[in-house]
């Protein structure tokens, strides 16, 4: 019983909004949140009004002052919560790593599929969102064991636009100190790239079917303007391989990250 206890107080979470208030930008945004258990992917959150930060938090005794801010991709239009979100972070809370869920805004989805839309209007409200995590994880960084000068963020597919706009912001101060993004990159017009950037991770594999391209013209971006991003570019996966075992070489990009985050000096206290 002890041993069940002491296993369920390691996942504990808690959930706090992003914003003091509502949400700017979305202030007439009326609809409910919906939710669908089960999927083959795991839970999919649709109709996101209210961003939040579901803080996943390692043992005192083990943290190591590192936290990730993960932001779940799903076209704008949905959020993969389970397999690019929560699984990450009950993966990295064990390791000692603070982790941190953003439920970021997104597009109400009104039909079958992905709709055809300006993914720089889409992905504002996420980026604004996502910027905001930073902030309030380094306001509280002291209540959940984090030093503000090692909180890092990671996205996968829409989440690493996401993670993209808090990276390549013009207040080099507000960037996250590290950041991942995974099979995805800024998918509208290519910002401007600022040199000097946080160590940033990139991975894909080579048979991504959907934004193959936005991310070979993203790694060629930033290392025109002076960056060195860590890349891992897996022979297949797909796309959105998130946390899933598919028997490919892709199953392994999260040891990956660990390891360049052991060598950013972020694994230990």
């Known amino acids: 019983m002890i041993a069940l206890l002491l296993m369920a107080a390691s996942f504990q979470s808690q959930t706090v909004n992003v914003w003091p208030g509502v949400a700017p930008g979305s202030e007439r945004w009326t609809y409910e949140e919906r939710r669908v258990e089960d999927t083959p992917i795991g839970t999919v959150i649709f109709d996101v009004v209210t961003p939040t930060l579901t803080a996943y938090l390692p043992d005192r005794a083990k943290a190591t002052g590192t936290g990730v801010i993960i932001a779940p991709g799903g076209a704008f239009v949905a959020l993969a919560i389970d397999v690019e979100a929560n699984q990450l972070a009950r993966w990295l809370q064990e390791r000692g790593i603070a982790a941190f869920v953003l439920k970021y805004r997104i597009v109400r989805k009104l039909q079958d599929g992905i709709p055809q839309m300006d993914l720089d209007t889409a992905a504002r409200y996420g980026i604004a969102d996502g910027i905001q995590a930073v902030k309030l994880v380094r306001q509280r960084a002291g209540e959940w064991g984090v030093s503000p000068s090692r909180v890092g963020m990671i996205g996968f597919s829409a989440g690493a636009m996401v993670t993209s706009g808090a990276l390549l912001q013009a207040d080099s101060a507000a960037r996250p100190n590290f950041a991942a993004l995974i099979y995805g990159a800024p998918f509208g017009v ?55 075992k598919q028997g490919t070489s892709s199953d392994h990009w999260v040891e990956d990250y660990y390891n360049w985050l052991d060598a950013q000096g972020l694994t230990k206290r």
């Open 190 to 244: 290519m910002p401007e790239i600022p040199r000097s950037l946080p160590p940033t991770f990139l991975a894909w594999a080579q048979d991504d079917p959907l934004v193959l391209e936005h991310l070979v013209r993203f790694y060629g971006a930033l290392t025109a303007a002076g960056n060195k991003p860590e890349t891992h570019i897996f022979s297949a996966g797909g796309h959105g391989f998130g946390m899933r």
